[in-house]
Protein backbone atom coordinates (compact mmCIF):
# COMPACT_ATOMS: atom_id res chain seq x y z
CA UNK A 1 0.00 0.00 0.00
CA UNK A 2 1.33 3.48 -0.83
CA UNK A 3 0.95 6.49 1.52
CA UNK A 4 0.89 9.87 0.63
CA UNK A 5 2.26 12.19 3.85
CA UNK A 6 2.45 15.89 3.93
CA UNK A 7 4.34 18.57 5.62
CA UNK A 8 4.17 22.32 5.99
CA UNK A 9 7.55 23.93 6.54
CA UNK A 10 7.74 27.54 8.21
CA UNK A 11 8.37 29.06 5.40
CA UNK A 12 4.62 28.45 3.96
CA UNK A 13 5.53 25.73 1.86
CA UNK A 14 3.90 22.35 1.17
CA UNK A 15 5.97 19.29 1.23
CA UNK A 16 4.52 16.16 -0.20
CA UNK A 17 5.78 12.95 0.07
CA UNK A 18 5.13 9.69 -1.32
CA UNK A 19 6.70 6.54 0.37
CA UNK A 20 7.45 3.31 0.29
CA UNK A 21 10.29 2.18 1.91
CA UNK A 22 12.72 4.31 0.32
CA UNK A 23 10.81 5.18 -2.58
CA UNK A 24 10.44 9.04 -2.37
CA UNK A 25 8.54 11.40 -4.43
CA UNK A 26 8.07 14.90 -3.70
CA UNK A 27 5.93 17.38 -4.77
CA UNK A 28 6.62 21.32 -3.42
CA UNK A 29 5.10 24.79 -3.84
CA UNK A 30 2.63 27.45 -2.85
CA UNK A 31 -0.64 27.49 -4.39
CA UNK A 32 -1.19 27.34 -8.29
CA UNK A 33 2.15 26.04 -8.24
CA UNK A 34 3.34 22.69 -10.76
CA UNK A 35 2.53 18.98 -9.71
CA UNK A 36 6.10 17.87 -11.53
CA UNK A 37 7.37 15.70 -8.61
CA UNK A 38 11.15 15.62 -8.24
CA UNK A 39 12.53 11.92 -7.55
CA UNK A 40 14.83 11.57 -4.45
CA UNK A 41 15.91 8.09 -5.78
CA UNK A 42 16.69 7.11 -9.24
CA UNK A 43 13.90 4.60 -9.52
CA UNK A 44 12.94 4.69 -12.86
CA UNK A 45 8.95 4.43 -11.79
CA UNK A 46 8.87 7.57 -10.34
CA UNK A 47 10.21 9.94 -13.19
CA UNK A 48 7.01 11.31 -14.39
CA UNK A 49 4.81 9.49 -12.43
CA UNK A 50 1.36 10.85 -12.70
CA UNK A 51 -1.31 11.99 -9.42
CA UNK A 52 -4.27 10.30 -8.76
CA UNK A 53 -7.13 12.38 -8.68
CA UNK A 54 -7.07 11.87 -5.02
CA UNK A 55 -3.33 12.89 -4.40
CA UNK A 56 -4.29 16.45 -6.21
CA UNK A 57 -7.04 17.19 -4.71
CA UNK A 58 -5.23 16.55 -1.30
CA UNK A 59 -2.51 19.03 -2.98
CA UNK A 60 -4.86 21.51 -3.89
CA UNK A 61 -6.80 21.58 -0.23
CA UNK A 62 -3.34 21.64 1.50
CA UNK A 63 -1.71 24.47 -0.57
CA UNK A 64 -4.75 26.81 -0.34
CA UNK A 65 -4.66 25.91 3.79
CA UNK A 66 -1.09 27.17 3.83
CA UNK A 67 -1.65 30.27 1.72
CA UNK A 68 -4.49 31.15 4.72
CA UNK A 69 -3.03 29.63 7.73
CA UNK A 70 0.25 32.05 6.93
CA UNK A 71 -1.67 35.20 6.18
CA UNK A 72 -3.01 35.46 9.47
CA UNK A 73 0.12 33.86 11.51
CA UNK A 74 2.70 35.45 12.52
CA UNK A 75 5.97 33.02 12.22
CA UNK A 76 6.48 34.44 15.49
CA UNK A 77 3.97 32.72 16.71
CA UNK A 78 4.37 28.81 15.12
CA UNK A 79 7.55 28.23 15.44
CA UNK A 80 10.95 29.29 18.42
CA UNK A 81 11.39 32.51 18.33
CA UNK A 82 14.55 34.40 20.49
CA UNK A 83 13.20 38.14 20.72
CA UNK A 84 15.49 41.10 20.06
CA UNK A 85 15.41 42.89 23.43
CA UNK A 86 16.16 46.67 23.03
CA UNK A 87 19.54 47.54 24.74
CA UNK A 88 18.85 50.03 28.20
CA UNK A 89 21.23 53.26 28.56
CA UNK A 90 22.56 51.44 31.02
CA UNK A 91 23.36 48.48 28.91
CA UNK A 92 25.03 50.99 26.32
CA UNK A 93 27.32 52.38 28.95
CA UNK A 94 28.48 48.95 30.20
CA UNK A 95 29.58 47.70 27.12
CA UNK A 96 30.77 51.28 25.61
CA UNK A 97 28.55 52.20 23.35
CA UNK A 98 28.68 48.61 21.16
CA UNK A 99 26.26 46.35 22.67
CA UNK A 100 25.59 42.86 21.17
CA UNK A 101 22.32 41.06 21.19
CA UNK A 102 23.45 37.27 20.82
CA UNK A 103 21.37 34.75 18.82
CA UNK A 104 18.38 36.63 18.07
CA UNK A 105 15.78 36.01 15.61
CA UNK A 106 14.46 38.89 12.76
CA UNK A 107 12.04 39.61 10.30
CA UNK A 108 13.15 42.43 7.91
CA UNK A 109 12.77 44.26 4.83
CA UNK A 110 15.25 44.38 2.03
CA UNK A 111 16.17 48.61 1.26
CA UNK A 112 19.39 48.41 -0.30
CA UNK A 113 20.97 46.09 -1.79
CA UNK A 114 24.93 46.73 -2.63
CA UNK A 115 26.33 43.98 -4.52
CA UNK A 116 29.55 45.86 -5.29
CA UNK A 117 30.33 46.38 -1.42
CA UNK A 118 28.63 42.76 -0.73
CA UNK A 119 26.32 44.26 1.73
CA UNK A 120 22.32 44.42 2.13
CA UNK A 121 20.48 47.32 4.08
CA UNK A 122 17.22 46.79 5.94
CA UNK A 123 14.43 48.12 8.14
CA UNK A 124 12.30 46.14 11.29
CA UNK A 125 8.83 46.65 11.68
CA UNK A 126 9.43 49.53 13.69
CA UNK A 127 11.60 51.26 10.80
CA UNK A 128 14.85 49.82 12.59
CA UNK A 129 17.56 49.69 10.13
CA UNK A 130 19.62 46.94 10.16
CA UNK A 131 23.34 46.11 7.67
CA UNK A 132 24.49 42.94 6.66
CA UNK A 133 28.25 42.49 5.33
CA UNK A 134 28.56 39.38 3.32
CA UNK A 135 31.85 37.10 1.34
CA UNK A 136 30.06 37.00 -1.33
CA UNK A 137 27.65 39.29 -3.67
CA UNK A 138 24.10 39.07 -1.75
CA UNK A 139 21.33 37.43 -3.72
CA UNK A 140 18.21 38.94 -2.38
CA UNK A 141 16.20 41.57 -4.18
CA UNK A 142 14.97 45.56 -2.81
CA UNK A 143 11.32 44.56 -1.00
CA UNK A 144 12.19 41.54 -0.25
CA UNK A 145 11.25 40.39 3.36
CA UNK A 146 12.65 37.87 5.30
CA UNK A 147 12.97 35.45 8.42
CA UNK A 148 17.02 35.75 9.85
CA UNK A 149 17.29 32.95 12.63
CA UNK A 150 19.68 32.69 15.19
CA UNK A 151 22.06 35.63 14.41
CA UNK A 152 24.02 38.46 16.33
CA UNK A 153 23.04 42.00 16.36
CA UNK A 154 25.95 44.61 17.16
CA UNK A 155 24.65 48.22 18.37
CA UNK A 156 27.11 50.82 17.93
CA UNK A 157 26.69 55.07 17.16
CA UNK A 158 26.66 54.57 13.37
CA UNK A 159 23.79 51.73 13.68
CA UNK A 160 23.21 47.89 13.98
CA UNK A 161 24.86 46.10 12.40
CA UNK A 162 24.08 41.91 11.80
CA UNK A 163 26.61 39.45 12.42
CA UNK A 164 26.00 35.44 11.39
CA UNK A 165 26.77 32.68 13.25
CA UNK A 166 27.22 29.04 12.45
CA UNK A 167 23.74 28.07 13.01
CA UNK A 168 22.30 31.30 10.61
CA UNK A 169 19.53 30.89 8.21
CA UNK A 170 17.49 32.77 6.25
CA UNK A 171 14.17 32.29 4.58
CA UNK A 172 12.25 34.71 2.18
CA UNK A 173 8.54 35.38 3.18
CA UNK A 174 6.07 35.37 0.60
CA UNK A 175 4.21 38.77 0.12
CA UNK A 176 1.20 36.72 1.20
CA UNK A 177 2.18 36.35 4.65
CA UNK A 178 0.98 38.53 7.83
CA UNK A 179 4.59 39.27 8.27
CA UNK A 180 5.35 40.52 4.88
CA UNK A 181 2.04 42.44 4.93
CA UNK A 182 2.51 44.20 7.79
CA UNK A 183 5.36 46.60 6.49
CA UNK A 184 2.72 47.88 4.26
CA UNK A 185 1.54 50.40 6.52
CA UNK A 186 -2.08 50.44 4.75
CA UNK A 187 -2.56 47.24 5.39
CA UNK A 188 -4.96 46.51 8.15
CA UNK A 189 -3.28 43.29 9.66
CA UNK A 190 -3.84 41.49 12.99
CA UNK A 191 -3.30 38.08 13.55
CA UNK A 192 -5.88 35.70 14.15
CA UNK A 193 -4.70 32.36 14.32
CA UNK A 194 -6.63 30.12 12.16
CA UNK A 195 -9.04 27.47 14.26
CA UNK A 196 -11.20 24.32 13.94
CA UNK A 197 -14.52 25.93 14.03
CA UNK A 198 -17.20 23.75 16.09
CA UNK A 199 -19.73 22.05 13.79
CA UNK A 200 -23.03 22.71 13.98
CA UNK A 201 -24.20 20.30 16.74
CA UNK A 202 -26.98 19.09 19.06
CA UNK A 203 -26.46 20.14 22.29
CA UNK A 204 -25.34 17.13 24.83
CA UNK A 205 -26.71 16.15 27.98
CA UNK A 206 -25.70 19.14 30.62
CA UNK A 207 -25.55 18.99 34.24
CA UNK A 208 -23.80 20.75 37.25
CA UNK A 209 -21.73 18.89 39.27
CA UNK A 210 -21.42 20.01 43.19
CA UNK A 211 -19.44 22.74 42.70
CA UNK A 212 -21.89 24.32 40.46
CA UNK A 213 -19.56 23.93 37.29
CA UNK A 214 -20.99 22.02 33.78
CA UNK A 215 -19.98 18.47 33.08
CA UNK A 216 -20.41 16.95 29.43
CA UNK A 217 -20.38 13.43 29.13
CA UNK A 218 -16.27 13.33 27.32
CA UNK A 219 -14.94 10.44 29.02
CA UNK A 220 -12.42 10.37 25.88
CA UNK A 221 -10.22 12.39 23.66
CA UNK A 222 -12.11 11.64 20.63
CA UNK A 223 -15.73 12.18 22.11
CA UNK A 224 -13.87 15.54 23.35
CA UNK A 225 -12.67 16.47 20.17
CA UNK A 226 -15.64 15.00 17.73
CA UNK A 227 -17.54 17.54 20.09
CA UNK A 228 -15.48 20.66 20.24
CA UNK A 229 -12.41 20.38 17.06
CA UNK A 230 -10.90 23.30 18.47
CA UNK A 231 -9.07 21.17 21.29
CA UNK A 232 -7.04 19.95 19.40
CA UNK A 233 -5.06 23.17 19.36
CA UNK A 234 -5.31 22.55 23.69
CA UNK A 235 -3.27 21.12 26.10
CA UNK A 236 -7.25 19.82 27.37
CA UNK A 237 -6.97 16.35 28.66
CA UNK A 238 -6.20 17.28 32.39
CA UNK A 239 -8.85 19.49 32.94
CA UNK A 240 -11.89 18.14 30.74
CA UNK A 241 -11.80 14.71 30.36
CA UNK A 242 -13.09 12.63 32.81
CA UNK A 243 -15.66 14.79 35.10
CA UNK A 244 -13.06 17.40 35.42
CA UNK A 245 -10.45 15.54 38.12
CA UNK A 246 -7.78 16.92 36.34
CA UNK A 247 -4.61 17.61 38.37
CA UNK A 248 -4.93 21.51 37.80
CA UNK A 249 -7.03 22.37 40.42
CA UNK A 250 -8.75 26.27 40.30
CA UNK A 251 -7.76 26.58 36.93
CA UNK A 252 -10.45 28.66 34.69
CA UNK A 253 -8.84 29.03 31.49
CA UNK A 254 -7.06 27.08 29.37
CA UNK A 255 -4.33 28.87 26.72
CA UNK A 256 -3.35 27.25 23.10
CA UNK A 257 -0.32 25.07 23.53
CA UNK A 258 2.43 26.47 22.40
CA UNK A 259 2.11 29.05 25.27
CA UNK A 260 1.31 25.81 27.94
CA UNK A 261 5.14 25.98 29.14
CA UNK A 262 5.87 29.39 27.95
CA UNK A 263 7.58 31.91 31.52
CA UNK A 264 4.43 34.41 32.49
CA UNK A 265 4.85 38.13 31.98
CA UNK A 266 4.04 39.50 35.48
CA UNK A 267 1.36 42.57 35.57
CA UNK A 268 4.36 44.82 36.34
CA UNK A 269 6.07 43.81 33.78
CA UNK A 270 3.10 44.44 31.32
CA UNK A 271 3.03 47.63 32.30
CA UNK A 272 6.77 48.52 31.58
CA UNK A 273 5.36 47.35 27.96
CA UNK A 274 2.50 49.04 27.58
CA UNK A 275 4.31 52.42 29.14
CA UNK A 276 7.56 51.95 25.82
CA UNK A 277 4.66 49.94 23.30
CA UNK A 278 6.59 50.54 20.49
CA UNK A 279 9.15 47.71 20.06
CA UNK A 280 6.52 45.44 22.02
CA UNK A 281 3.64 45.89 19.10
CA UNK A 282 2.08 42.71 18.03
CA UNK A 283 3.92 40.66 20.74
CA UNK A 284 2.01 37.83 22.24
CA UNK A 285 2.79 37.36 26.32
CA UNK A 286 1.73 34.74 28.69
CA UNK A 287 -0.11 36.50 32.01
CA UNK A 288 -1.16 34.76 34.95
CA UNK A 289 -3.45 35.80 37.97
CA UNK A 290 -6.92 36.21 38.76
CA UNK A 291 -10.08 38.59 38.23
CA UNK A 292 -10.10 41.25 40.07
CA UNK A 293 -13.52 42.02 38.04
CA UNK A 294 -15.10 42.30 34.78
CA UNK A 295 -16.71 45.55 33.07
CA UNK A 296 -19.87 44.06 32.82
CA UNK A 297 -21.79 40.85 34.23
CA UNK A 298 -25.01 41.05 32.16
CA UNK A 299 -25.54 38.86 29.02
CA UNK A 300 -26.67 41.61 26.83
CA UNK A 301 -23.72 44.20 27.89
CA UNK A 302 -20.71 41.68 26.96
CA UNK A 303 -22.20 40.27 24.09
CA UNK A 304 -22.86 42.25 20.98
CA UNK A 305 -24.05 42.11 17.21
CA UNK A 306 -21.85 42.26 13.93
CA UNK A 307 -22.55 42.85 10.21
CA UNK A 308 -20.92 41.60 7.37
CA UNK A 309 -19.26 45.31 7.63
CA UNK A 310 -18.26 45.20 10.70
CA UNK A 311 -20.16 47.63 12.05
CA UNK A 312 -21.40 46.67 15.29
CA UNK A 313 -24.86 46.82 17.10
CA UNK A 314 -26.10 46.46 20.66
CA UNK A 315 -27.29 42.80 21.48
CA UNK A 316 -30.91 43.93 21.96
CA UNK A 317 -30.78 46.39 19.03
CA UNK A 318 -33.12 45.81 16.10
CA UNK A 319 -31.04 44.33 13.24
CA UNK A 320 -33.91 42.78 11.03
CA UNK A 321 -32.93 45.18 8.38
CA UNK A 322 -29.60 44.84 8.19
CA UNK A 323 -28.67 42.69 5.23
CA UNK A 324 -25.99 39.92 5.18
CA UNK A 325 -25.37 37.79 7.60
CA UNK A 326 -25.35 38.97 11.83
CA UNK A 327 -22.53 37.39 13.82
CA UNK A 328 -22.58 37.68 17.70
CA UNK A 329 -19.65 38.67 19.61
CA UNK A 330 -18.06 38.92 22.63
CA UNK A 331 -16.90 42.71 24.02
CA UNK A 332 -15.70 43.21 27.39
CA UNK A 333 -12.61 44.09 29.92
CA UNK A 334 -11.23 41.46 32.28
CA UNK A 335 -9.29 43.35 35.02
CA UNK A 336 -6.52 40.86 36.31
CA UNK A 337 -4.26 41.16 38.86
CA UNK A 338 -0.75 39.21 39.94
CA UNK A 339 1.41 39.23 42.92
CA UNK A 340 3.58 41.61 41.44
CA UNK A 341 0.85 44.50 41.68
CA UNK A 342 -0.66 42.64 45.23
CA UNK A 343 0.27 45.55 47.54
CA UNK A 344 -0.69 48.56 45.07
CA UNK A 345 -4.08 49.68 44.05
CA UNK A 346 -3.25 48.77 40.18
CA UNK A 347 -4.90 45.74 37.77
CA UNK A 348 -4.87 45.28 34.18
CA UNK A 349 -6.91 46.04 31.61
CA UNK A 350 -7.70 42.80 29.17
CA UNK A 351 -9.57 43.67 26.45
CA UNK A 352 -11.69 41.07 24.78
CA UNK A 353 -13.15 41.11 21.55
CA UNK A 354 -13.70 38.42 19.12
CA UNK A 355 -14.71 40.26 15.96
CA UNK A 356 -11.52 38.43 14.26
CA UNK A 357 -13.18 35.07 14.18
CA UNK A 358 -14.92 32.99 17.01
CA UNK A 359 -12.42 32.22 19.52
CA UNK A 360 -14.41 29.73 21.21
CA UNK A 361 -14.66 31.72 24.63
CA UNK A 362 -17.25 30.07 26.18
CA UNK A 363 -18.24 27.14 24.14
CA UNK A 364 -17.09 24.29 26.86
CA UNK A 365 -19.67 26.05 28.81
CA UNK A 366 -22.68 24.57 26.74
CA UNK A 367 -25.22 27.58 27.47
CA UNK A 368 -24.45 30.42 24.79
CA UNK A 369 -25.49 29.52 21.06
CA UNK A 370 -22.77 29.57 18.04
CA UNK A 371 -21.68 32.75 16.90
CA UNK A 372 -23.69 33.02 13.72
CA UNK A 373 -26.56 30.96 15.14
CA UNK A 374 -28.99 34.02 14.84
CA UNK A 375 -32.38 31.76 15.12
CA UNK A 376 -30.44 30.26 18.40
CA UNK A 377 -29.60 34.02 19.91
CA UNK A 378 -33.07 35.14 19.24
CA UNK A 379 -35.03 32.13 20.85
CA UNK A 380 -32.45 32.16 23.85
CA UNK A 381 -34.24 31.04 27.11
CA UNK A 382 -34.29 33.62 30.44
CA UNK A 383 -32.75 30.24 32.02
CA UNK A 384 -29.75 30.18 29.78
CA UNK A 385 -29.08 34.12 30.14
CA UNK A 386 -28.88 33.81 33.94
CA UNK A 387 -26.37 30.86 34.10
CA UNK A 388 -24.45 32.26 32.05
CA UNK A 389 -24.46 36.07 33.93
CA UNK A 390 -24.04 33.49 37.32
CA UNK A 391 -21.17 31.55 35.75
CA UNK A 392 -19.71 34.48 34.25
CA UNK A 393 -19.74 36.33 37.61
CA UNK A 394 -18.28 33.58 39.14
CA UNK A 395 -15.13 34.03 37.41
CA UNK A 396 -14.61 36.97 39.86
CA UNK A 397 -12.46 35.04 42.79
CA UNK A 398 -9.42 35.19 43.96
CA UNK A 399 -8.77 31.23 44.29
CA UNK A 400 -9.39 31.00 40.33
CA UNK A 401 -6.34 30.49 38.84
CA UNK A 402 -6.25 32.58 34.93
CA UNK A 403 -3.80 31.68 32.83
CA UNK A 404 -4.37 33.99 29.15
CA UNK A 405 -2.27 35.08 25.83
CA UNK A 406 -2.75 38.57 25.19
CA UNK A 407 -1.16 40.79 22.32
CA UNK A 408 -0.07 44.20 22.54
CA UNK A 409 -1.22 46.54 20.04
CA UNK A 410 -1.42 50.10 19.67
CA UNK A 411 -4.21 51.82 17.90
CA UNK A 412 -4.78 54.89 15.10
CA UNK A 413 -4.55 57.06 18.00
CA UNK A 414 -1.13 56.10 19.56
CA UNK A 415 -3.08 53.96 22.59
CA UNK A 416 -1.84 51.04 23.61
CA UNK A 417 -3.66 47.72 24.97
CA UNK A 418 -3.73 44.15 25.62
CA UNK A 419 -5.78 41.99 23.41
CA UNK A 420 -6.93 38.38 24.38
CA UNK A 421 -6.06 35.53 22.04
CA UNK A 422 -5.85 31.82 22.07
CA UNK A 423 -7.66 31.67 25.98
CA UNK A 424 -10.79 29.54 26.81
CA UNK A 425 -12.38 29.39 29.38
CA UNK A 426 -13.40 25.84 31.25
CA UNK A 427 -16.57 24.51 32.29
Not at 29 to 35: E, R
Not at 206 to 212: F, Q
Not at 236 to 265: I, Q, S
Not at 411 to 422: A, E, Q
Amino acid sequence: MRRFNFVVTPKGELVGYLNKYSNWLVYQGKKGASFKPTSFKDIEKNFDRELTTGERTKIDELRDWSKEYFSQNSIKYVTWWSELREPTAEDLAASKNKYVANEVDLLLKTEKVLKDKKAVEFVDHLNQKYALFLQAPPVLVKEDVIKLRCVNVIFTPEGRIIQLTKNSSCLIIPDTFFDARLFNKNAKVSPSPSQAGTPNRRMPSVKKDSAGRYTTPMSTKRAATALYPFLESFDYEDNVLGGHKGKHAGEVTLVKKPYVHKMPTTVKQLFEHLENPQPYEHARFVVSGYVLGISDYKLNKVVKKMDENGKIYEMDEDTSRVRGKIQHIHHFIIFLKDASVENVDRFLNVYVLTNENDQNLFDLWNILPRSGDSEGWENLENSKVHDFESKFKGLKNADNKVKMVVELLITNTGKPFLKLYDTIFLP
